[in-house]
């Protein structure tokens, strides 16, 4: 009740009310027999009675609309998945028609029902015999857009339904934003219901997947390029895979067997060619027979071939029996320039060309390097003694050129100094502690496997990593915090597993642009020395060159580039945007030229970046860029004549095509749970769609100072007035027939 005046005053008004009725009706008719009087006393004191019911405003609380009046919208998913017969052998769309025909049973009866199909986007409302004519094929099920499209009219024209019933396998494969749709139909008041159709089915895909996002080779040599392929649900198979040159033409192949379930890791060796510059290679295979998602059976390389060797120094400032082994595993490579520099004693240096020549030096020209003279060299190898080779000015040089000028140095035995020195120490991608530890073998990380340790137990012709003996003792130590990653640990037979408590061998960091890493054996030249260890002795001398050249591949800037180019992410769903960033060595004072945007071997764009204006962003320029369709998009920096003898960079993302309705059969219970709850529904089993479902007929929670809330109250009808006019007109009907009026 909603009493017109407190209820107090209602109780006191009406008692007074129907007391003096019932009191001047009895005294005015005593002439009348009893049992007159006692109906004509009964007549007016009932219609004061009924009157007196006003104040107290029965009655309750309703929306404006009647939820009654407005139907609920039954939709019906007719997307290609629902084609799967995963419902006691019968498809998804047939069940979804079952349950719709035993709510259409009920129309005449109970709550209105309207159904609708969708796939894409809402289709127009129709008779259920209509609705079981159409086919699940929609290339597409859009739900999120489809129930926007439903409850839209309910927020606009106050014309939407009751509520909302999905019946669908819940798979959300178009752009649409469950968000906005959540969103609207509780602006609208629609509750969302959802019947969940249909199980998982097992995904049936044949699948290629890159080991590198790029390589690094060089003109006329051999290179190495991994792959894995994947094979799931689809039994025991035997793909061909092939590679395809920049020119199109077949590079290689191979035929893999694969168990069901089962990836395997291949490896072809090719030919870089006579040119260089940055090419794209492809690895494919055909479909496979049953297959679901045939997209990934091809995938593309970024390969760049660069025309010169790297240009390597080496920096010994005591010279021992490591610093001699390594620059002879580095010698007269075909893709190494070496050029070494060592201190014999006090103001005693001497330097190695890449020629073999050996030329003294003076004490200044040894410790004058500066950040331009380093920069003359891709990488730097420093050994031990680095303190006495040159002072804090040295130190700095280094810093600045690795931090910079994205130098790249490799520290190959252990702690470069005697002493500390802060400056090369925030280099090292650990910290050290004191002591050895023996008896320890080499334990690659998986990651560092298939990037380099693969590579050199290849060309060592080495079966496995397990093959090598026990390392030499190595210099205890942790990984530093921040971007250091370990890529080799020492493991003793001991070792309880710990991948924290593993002492690394191998590891690497970013500095700045530049990269710093860290081989912590003490005499790992003793692999090279004993002839009784031949494989111990191969794996020396392919390590080095390896090394080297992995990380020139993961170096931010190409040998004698000025720019470096970056795109993230490295795989896009189309629409998604891409963002590009270039990055200048130190010194480099012009604007990049422009990137050039290419997509099947067209260019498409160009993209003028702008510089990046934060504090710590000097020498940095970014853009953004949205693909318009799918395939390998190639953004490219070309050579500029502006800083010196700069090369062509680029990078490369693999855009993919929106989500098709075969890449994955199975149904999706949790999105419509979330969907459906957020707008006050729930998912519903099939047995509990009936049309005396408590949903169907749940009134409308509203409080009394909801805006949307009016108070309806039970005496505004034609009856209650109409009782009362017959109540007091019996009265007087009975008066005037008796001589009292």
């Not at 009920?106 to 029902?113: K, R, S, W």
């Not at 894995?228 to 395809?244: K, S």
């Not at 529904?681 to 409080?703: I, N, T, W």
Request: charged letters at 25%; hydrophobic letters at 45%.
């Amino acid at each position: 009740m909603n009493p017109l005046v407190s209820m107090a005053y209602a109780v006191l008004i009406t008692a007074v009310l129907t007391v003096a009725a019932a009191a001047a009706a009895w005294r005015s008719s005593h002439s009348l027999g009893r049992t007159l009087r006692l109906i004509v006393t009964g007549a007016r004191t009932s219609a004061v009675l009924l009157l007196c019911v006003l104040l107290f405003n029965p009655g309750n609380w309703r929306r404006r609309r009647n939820s009654q009046d407005r139907p609920w919208l039954i939709l019906l998913d007719r997307s290609a998945s629902m084609a799967v017969r995963d419902e006691g052998g019968a498809a998804r769309w047939d069940a979804a028609l079952r349950l719709a025909r035993r709510l259409d049973r009920a129309n005449d009866a109970g709550p209105i029902f309207r159904f609708s199909t969708f796939t894409d986007r809402l289709e127009n409302a129709m008779s259920l015999d209509a609705a079981e004519k159409r086919l699940p094929d929609g290339r597409t099920s859009d739900i999120a857009r489809s129930l926007e499209d439903a409850v839209t009219p309910g927020t606009v024209a106050g014309t939407g339904p009751a509520g909302v019933l999905l019946v669908s396998d819940g798979r959300q494969v178009g752009p649409g934003d469950p968000e906005r749709a959540v969103a609207l139909a509780v602006a609208a008041g629609i509750p969302v219901y959802a019947v969940t159709v249909g199980g998982r089915v097992p995904i049936k895909d044949l699948a290629l997947e890159n080991v590198r996002r790029r390589y690094v080779v060089f003109k006329n040599r051999k290179w190495r390029l991994r792959v894995r392929v994947r094979a799931t649900g689809l039994g025991p198979v035997e793909p061909e895979l092939r590679v395809l040159d920049p020119g199109g033409r077949v590079a290689a192949e191979r035929r893999v067997r694969l168990a069901d379930g089962a990836e395997a890791a291949v490896t072809f060796v090719l030919d870089a060619g006579d040119r260089s510059g940055c090419f794209v290679w492809r690895i494919e295979t055909a479909p496979w027979p049953g297959e679901s998602n045939p997209a990934n059976n091809h995938l593309d390389t970024s390969v760049a071939v660069l025309d010169r060797p790297a240009k390597v120094l080496l920096l010994e400032g005591v010279p021992g029996w490591d610093s001699k082994f390594t620059a002879r595993a580095l010698r007269n490579r075909p893709t190494i320039e070496l050029t070494e520099m060592y201190r014999v004693g006090p103001g005693r240096f001497y330097r190695i060309s890449p020629g073999g020549e050996r030329n003294d030096l003076p004490r200044r020209a040894a410790v004058s390097l500066s950040a331009a003279e380093f920069a003359k060299f891709d990488v730097v190898l420093i050994g031990k003694g680095l303190d006495a080779f040159f002072g804090a000015a040295g130190s700095d040089a280094l810093v600045s050129w690795v931090d910079r000028q994205g130098g790249m140095v490799v520290f190959f035995r252990g702690p470069p100094c005697s002493r500390a020195d802060d400056a090369v120490d925030a280099l090292l991608p650990v910290a050290w502690d004191t002591g050895n530890i023996g008896g320890a073998h080499l334990s690659p990380t998986p990651e560092a496997a298939a990037e380099l340790f693969d590579d050199v137990l290849a060309e060592a012709k080495i079966a496995h990593v397990s093959r090598l003996p026990v390392l030499p003792p190595v210099r205890r130590c942790r990984a530093a915090p921040g971007f250091s990653r370990v890529l080799a640990a020492a493991r003793t037979p001991h070792d309880p597993g710990d991948d924290r408590a593993a002492v690394p061998v191998l590891a690497v960091r970013r500095a700045g642009r530049g990269l710093s890493v860290v081989l912590t054996v003490n005499g790992f030249w003793r692999w090279d020395f004993f002839a009784r260890e031949p494989e111990a002795s191969a794996f020396f001398r392919a390590f080095w060159p390896g090394l080297i050249h992995w990380v020139l591949t993961h170096s931010e800037f190409l040998p004698g580039a000025p720019w470096a180019l970056d795109a993230e992410p490295t795989a896009v769903r189309l629409g998604t945007p891409i963002q590009v960033r270039v990055r200048a060595r130190y010194g480099v004072r012009a604007a990049p030229p422009t990137i050039r945007v290419i997509l099947a071997d067209k260019r498409i764009a160009s993209l003028a970046p702008a510089r990046n204006t934060a504090p710590d962003a000097e020498g940095e320029w970014q853009a953004v860029y949205v693909p318009p369709r799918p395939g390998l998009l190639r953004f490219r920096l070309p050579e500029s004549a502006d800083e010196g003898a700069g090369r062509a960079v680029e990078r490369t993302v693999r855009v993919m095509p929106p989500p098709a309705e075969s890449d994955d059969l199975s149904a999706d219970p949790a999105f419509l749970e979330r969907l459906a709850a957020r707008t006050d529904g729930k998912v519903v089993a099939p047995s509990e769609c009936r049309p005396d479902a408590v949903f169907f007929h749940a009134p409308p929670a509203l409080a009394e100072d909801d805006a949307e809330a009016v108070w309806g109250p039970s005496w505004d009808s034609a009856f209650f007035l109409a009782t009362i006019l017959v109540l007091f007109g019996g009265e007087i009907f009975l008066r005037r027939r008796n001589g009292l009026l």
